[in-house]
Each structure stands twice: as C-alpha cells, then as structure tokens.
C-alpha cells in the first residue's frame, strides 16, 4: 500500500496550480468574464458550449452533463488516473515531488519493477527484429508493420534464461524480475516466465508498462498466456489499451473485446476505440474505468452459449453504475467468430453494420428474463417479475430506473413496487439559479461556506453553544470552524481535504450551483446563519418545555436556561 499523501502537500499543491491552465492544456477555453471560462464539455457531445471553470473557485461545473469538481477531479476524470496518480502528475506539472507520510511503504518502492518492465519491452521489441518465425506469423495473420510498431509487439525467445540473464546483467536481481513477473524460481533456478511467444506489453493508466500478454507460436503451454499479478498489475483493474484510447481524447464509445489479438485486427481496421479485458470477466473497477473514459461501452462477446452467459455477468455488473447518462450494449458475434476473424472476413464496413445492430442493455435484461418464463400466462409474468425486482433494485435512482420499471410493468401488466423510484433527499435536488428554497437554512449556510469558505471569518457566521436537535447543525458546526483555522480555503482546497469523508459528494454539488451574487454571499450568510440561531433557540425551547410537561418540572439550572432562551426569542422578535 503507497504511502498517504500529507493534506499540507495537497494544500501547497493547489496554491501551485491553477485549473484554468490544467483544463486549459486538454480542453480549449474562452474568456468568460469575472474569471470565468467556458469551453464544450469533454465528457459528452455538445455543440453549444456549456462547461465553465471558475477561477476564482477552482473549480470546473457543466450546466449540460453535471460534471463538476477541482483540477484534481479533472484530471481522473479526464485522463483515467487514481487519487495517488493524478496528484502526481498535477505535482510534475508544478514541478514538486510528491511526499508520502512515514510509517507506510514508499512509492520509490515499485520503480524498480516499473523499470525492469520497461528494460523488458525493450528487449522483447528487439528480439521480434532478430526472429524471422515471430514475424511470419504475424504477417500470416495479417498485421502490418504500423500495426505491429502501435502495438509496441516484441518476441519472447524459445530459451529458458535469455531475459532473465540479459536483465541480470543491467544490474536487476532475480528477487526483482520474480516480483514484475518476468521470471519464475524454482528447483534452484531462474527461469523466464515466456517462452517462444509474440509478446504485448500492456500498460496502465499513465502509460507504465506493467504487465504482459503473450500468444504461443508453438502447441506446448497455454495458447494465451498472462502476467501474473504483482504489486504492480491486477487484471481486474485494468483493461488492455485503455490507456492508449484515452490519449486520442474521449471517445463516444470503447469496444471491449476479450483479447488483445481481437483489439490490434480491430485497430487495423480502423476501430481505434477498442479495449480488451485480460482473461477475467468484466469487474466494476472495469465499468468504472470505461465510464470514466466514455459514456457508451459496447461488449463484443461470442454468440454460444458461454458468450451469452458472460453478457449476463456483465450485465449484472453494469446494473449498479448505469446512471442515465451511461449506455451499455452488447454485439453478439456469428457462433465460430471472433473480432479479428470478422473484421478481415467481412471488412470495416460490415463489421460497422453489424456493430450497429448491438442491442441495448434494456433489451437483453428483458428478453433474457421473458425467455425464462411463460409470458402468456398470468403465473409466469408473476414469476418474471419477481425475477427482475431483485436485478431492478441494484439500479441508482433515476430517469432510467423508472424507465426499466415501467418497462417491466408494460411487460407484465403489474406495477413494480421496487425501491428503485424512492424521492431523492432534498440535499440531492439542486436549487434553482439566484434561490435556495431548496435547500434548508443549514444546507444554504454550508453552500456558501463551501463556495466562499473565507465567509467563515465573518462577524455574524457563528452558531450558539447550546445542544437542539436541528439536522446538520453539527456539521455546518465544523465546517465552520474548519473554515475560519484556514485563512486561504478554496473550494478546491476543501473539496480535497474532504474528499475522504461521506458528505464530499453532495459538497461538491453545492459547490457547482447558483446561489446568489457573489457580492451579496457575505451578507446573505449573516442572514442565513441568524435564522439558524433563531432555530436553535426554538428547538431548545420546545425541548426543555416537553421536558417540564413530562417531568412536571425543571430543575434550577434548566429552568434558567429556558428562561433566558426565551427572553433570546424575544429579543430577536423585536429587532
């Protein structure tokens, strides 16, 4: 486990960068005045501009899609990286070296596996050049030479010790090469791990190689064959060219294809949105990533029986994220082919023809359920919808929940009475431009705070010490006081010392809506925080009354109390 970044670092790091220049490098912006920018939103198609970046706030918002959050965000966003790694790479561009705390493993730690990798691919490109057999059979299968250099596709030789020996002697140890899962020890020897393979080397999310998959020239072992895991590769987190899709910019779709022989023929062919999974099945950290990168995933999976089971599984998976901007189809393909062999049999153009006719997650939920079930009697559309509640409840609440469900219901003539179309809390219902009805005194405090989080050194922004049951007091509590310790808060500065805690994904739809003029926030929070007060007040009042009624009295100390919360009210209904 890496080391944690120290908050300071985070801090000092957001002083140093600014994300209108962060943005600005992926993204082109225009002026929009008061330090405001607007550009079309890279996460969905548009052609009227309506992503702005602020400034003043650090913070990005699109009026179109939603998205929002700090240069941070973005840059998960945007380029497919981790905390950790977009922290780093917003730290190479300010020039700084990230610290990690003590007490925990270094990331200094992994460089050396991150290097022997690289030496690796090196020597395996190398080997390709030297073997007239590898690059037989890759012209035979009828890759080309800008396809085989894209692909960065080497050769691992027929020979027990030769990667082994050569990284040896550029100084890696063998304890080394076993922890990237170049090599294997055993019987009191080293050997490689591939042998008289065509090797691809596979690469993470900032462009590392870290593992490897290679195709077997000849019948002994597996035909395809691996990594293993290590430190550094885990293949449910990863998706074999991801990396080098994303760096085209974001694309409308991805394929994903089940090996990496599939992506390259597709790539060849001018499908150059095409991902594959690496011998495992689809994991959500996978959807993450795609949806991450696009909002259409298409899954070209094999027409039989196994292919259809594999949808399913990765239609079970896909349930929990399919949020209404997302969509997932599947391409089943003719029994006895596979991508690579379609594409060339057919062509780009009846390869596109049929992609097209991909069906839509909604129909194969449904069709695979109905087929399950005797549709034309009463018993078995009962049984259909018991089947599909369960699948239904897993959706987020939304437009396309309520969409399944009445589709379901058409289906079945029965309404579903699913947990699926629950009203949302008021904290998730956005106020309107300029008004905060909304939102409750305490979540308009705590907007305000988390757009202007200077306004906590106010004069009138305090609450009063007493204990009343109004909801979220004791977190506008702390946000105050965290606010007020820290003179140069930014939103974005909050946002990512937060970004831990179970509120940070309702702060940061704060941060994106219209609250007020920004001249008039200071005053508008007085406003806000003396209401709250006032509440305050009221809500003790009613306690020590119910108090005094149950009891049939007060004790001296919370007789006083109630007697001057109340003189408190009156004072406050005079002014």
């Known amino acids: 486990m890496p080391g944690r970044i120290p908050e300071d670092f985070i801090e000092s790091l957001l002083e140093r960068v600014d994300i209108v220049d962060i943005i600005s490098a992926r993204v082109a912006l225009k002026p929009a005045g008061r330090g405001e920018f607007k550009g079309l939103c890279p996460f969905h198609d548009e052609k009227t501009p309506s992503f702005t970046v602020s400034s003043a706030k650090q913070f990005y918002h699109c009026f179109g899609c939603g998205a929002h959050g700090t240069a941070v965000g973005f840059v998960m966003a945007y380029d497919g990286l981790e905390f950790p790694a977009a922290i780093e790479e917003l730290a190479h561009t300010a020039g700084l070296e990230v610290p990690r705390e003590a007490g925990l493993e270094p990331r200094q730690r992994h460089d050396r596996l991150y290097e022997a990798l690289a030496a690796a691919q090196s020597w395996f490109r190398r080997q390709l050049g030297l073997s007239e057999?590898?690059?037989?059979?890759?012209?035979?299968?009828?890759?080309?030479?800008?396809?085989?250099?894209?692909?960065?596709?080497?050769?691992?030789?027929?020979?027990?010790?030769?990667?082994?020996?050569?990284?040896?002697?550029?100084?890696?140890?063998?304890?080394?090469?076993?922890?990237a899962g170049l090599v294997s020890s055993g019987q009191g020897r080293v050997t490689d791990k591939f042998r008289d393979r065509v090797m691809f080397p596979i690469h993470d999310r900032r462009g590392r190689v870290i593992a490897f998959g290679g195709r077997s020239l000849s019948d002994r072992g597996p035909k395809y064959?691996?990594?293993?895991?290590?430190?550094?590769?885990?293949?449910?987190?990863?998706?074999?060219?991801?990396?080098?899709?994303?760096?085209?910019?974001?694309?409308?779709?991805?394929?994903?294809?089940?090996?990496?022989?599939?992506?390259?023929?597709?790539?060849?062919?001018?499908?150059?949105?095409?991902?594959?999974?690496?011998?495992?099945?689809?994991?959500?950290?996978?959807?993450?990533?795609?949806?991450?990168?696009?909002?259409?995933?298409?899954?070209?999976?094999?027409?039989?029986?196994?292919?259809?089971?594999?949808?399913?599984?990765?239609?079970?998976?896909?349930?929990?994220?399919?949020?209404?901007?997302?969509?997932?189809?599947?391409?089943?393909?003719?029994?006895g082919e596979d991508p690579d062999s379609l594409v060339r049999s057919g062509g780009a153009d009846a390869f596109t023809r049929q992609l097209d006719r991909a069906r839509p997650l909604s129909q194969v939920f449904f069709d695979e359920l109905c087929a399950q079930v005797d549709m034309k009697s009463l018993d078995g559309r009962a049984r259909l919808v018991a089947l599909a509640e369960p699948y239904l409840d897993k959706l987020p609440a939304g437009p396309f929940a309520g969409l399944m469900r009445s589709e379901l219901q058409r289906l079945s003539g029965q309404r579903s009475l699913g947990s699926g179309a629950q009203i949302p809390s008021t904290a998730a219902i956005p106020a309107r431009s300029g008004e905060d009805r909304s939102l409750t005194p305490v979540q308009y405090a705590v907007a305000l705070l988390v757009q202007r989080p200077e306004l906590a050194r106010g004069d009138g922004v305090f609450l009063l010490g007493i204990s009343a049951p109004v909801k979220g007091l004791d977190f506008l509590r702390e946000l105050v006081d965290f606010c007020s310790e820290k003179p140069h808060l930014s939103t974005a500065k909050l946002l990512e010392l937060w970004r831990e805690r179970p509120e940070s994904p309702w702060l940061a739809r704060l941060a994106a809506q219209?609250?007020?003029?920004?001249?008039?926030?200071?005053?508008?929070?007085?406003?806000?925080?003396?209401?709250?007060?006032?509440?305050?007040?009221?809500?003790?009042?009613?306690?020590?009354?119910?108090?005094?009624?149950?009891?049939?009295?007060?004790?001296?100390?919370?007789?006083?109390?109630?007697?001057?919360?109340?003189?408190?009210?009156?004072?406050?209904?005079?002014?």
């Open 133 to 179: 057999a590898a690059r037989s059979y890759l012209k035979s299968r009828g890759f080309d030479k800008a396809t085989v250099d894209e692909f960065g596709i080497g050769y691992a030789p027929d020979a027990w010790q030769a990667l082994g020996d050569e990284l040896g002697r550029t100084g890696f140890s063998a304890t080394e090469l076993e922890r």
């Open 225 to 335: 064959m691996n990594s293993p895991e290590t430190p550094v590769f885990h293949k449910g987190r990863e998706l074999y060219r991801l990396y080098q899709v994303r760096r085209g910019g974001l694309p409308e779709r991805i394929l994903v294809v089940e090996g990496y022989m599939d992506a390259a023929a597709l790539h060849q062919f001018g499908f150059t949105d095409a991902v594959a999974t690496l011998g495992t099945a689809v994991t959500p950290d996978h959807l993450d990533l795609l949806f991450k990168a696009t909002p259409g995933v298409v899954f070209c999976f094999d027409g039989d029986r196994a292919g259809r089971q594999a949808a399913w599984r990765g239609l079970e998976t896909a349930l929990p994220l399919m949020k209404d901007n997302r969509e997932v189809r599947f391409f089943f393909l003719p029994e």
């Open 514 to 575: 219209e609250l007020c003029d920004p001249e008039a926030m200071p005053q508008a929070l007085a406003d806000t925080m003396a209401r709250i007060r006032l509440r305050q007040v009221k809500e003790r009042v009613r306690e020590l009354q119910q108090a005094q009624l149950v009891e049939g009295g007060l004790d001296d100390d919370r007789t006083a109390e109630l007697r001057e919360l109340l003189s408190l009210r009156l004072d406050n209904r005079q002014d």
